[in-house]
């Protein structure tokens, strides 16, 4: 049996009070070890800054394993669940407080956060993903990067900027026009 | 066209609704989403992407989803009327279905988000300039946990429609915001669901991006007589069904 999915509609631009939530981008408590920022600005085709794009990261934790704790919503402090979500603010900037993920076992991937973006105007949301610069042999190695024209692999390569708790990575989303960031079409799976 | 009213003046919701009738004769899009660039919605103008999408096997990562639990949710958070001190005004309803993947198998202990309106079509948010009144017993956001058959169920108010300014006298065709997870990061899923019978549905770029009939009607809910409860809320029925390759959640022991 196969059903026809349930078509995708815009997340308008009212989610704010429907989506995000309290230390929704805090994947680890201020002061961690080892923690990052994540951030960057969301931009539309003419390089204006998009206001009302809602951002969600999904990733393994730095020992290379993925999460299955509850609690994104309603954080304790202790538990690494994985998962962030993000609005823009009004310059079009968005910041996460992570950890780098580690390698996952047997994956032919190199580490990366997974995002799924949402925005008024955007009638289906977009996939796209984080890597990191360190891993050089992993992403040489990566399926999806080593394929992609080096200017557009580019685009998936967070960039270290440092910010006053620590280390930062600077992953910025192009929707449109010159470096726009590469979408991804997800095929696939365990079945 | 009509004979009967030859001295009518075209507006600017005839040339959307020319744009939307000459989109739907275009060749449905895959799985009846809707494509992004679509020129009657103009927002999409500068934010739908120009490359086309990559398309690449899902990682290990990818066929995951987040796990949500008891304690991201509250009970009352399914229940949108009372959230407040007070009832909200307005018609109040029973909005249930089944979260599915594509294989017909339910969506168990996920995570399901709505956002709406109020009765009077208004957002309790500060962009929204619909002078209309805000409620002040109505948020209008509401979250819940699938449960082992893959039923969700909210307890709201049927939401107003509203204008937007999308082009001149745009308006909504009522709906309710749903947000949903599945078993892989790949089923990701923020939707609409309206209600039967609304006269605005093709006037409204949004609803019509959607361009194939048959997919079109599995964003309207059922009015359905035996959730209805009885001296006390009308039952609208709506499945959910998410595209992309579900999974089975890893043992975390052995990744
Ligand atoms: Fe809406």
Redesign the pocket.
Known sequence: MTLDPSPSQTV?P?FAFGLPFDGGGDLVPPGTAGAISLHGTVRDGAGAPVPDALLEFWQAGPDGRIPSRAGSLARDGRSFTGFARVPTDRSGDYTVRTLRPGPIAHSPEAPHLAVTVFARGLLHHLFTRVYFPNHVEANAADPLLSALPEERAATLMAVPDGWFGGPGYRFDVRLQGPGETVFLDLIGGSE | MSPAAPERRRTEQDEVTDAIRAAAAVDPQRGGHPDRAYAPYRSTGLRAPSQPLVVAPASLLEQTAPVFGAKDVRPTDADLTVHSTGEPLGERIVVTGRVLDRDGRPVRNQLVEVWQ?NASGRYAHDGDRHPAPLDPHFTGGGRCLTDDDGRYRFVTIKPGAYPWRNHHNAW?PA?I?FSLFGTAFTQRLVTQMYFPGDQLFHLDPIFSSVTDEKAQQRLIATYDHDTTVAEWALGYQWDIVLDGPGATPPDPDEV
């Open positions: 308008g009212f | 309106a909504r709906h915001h």
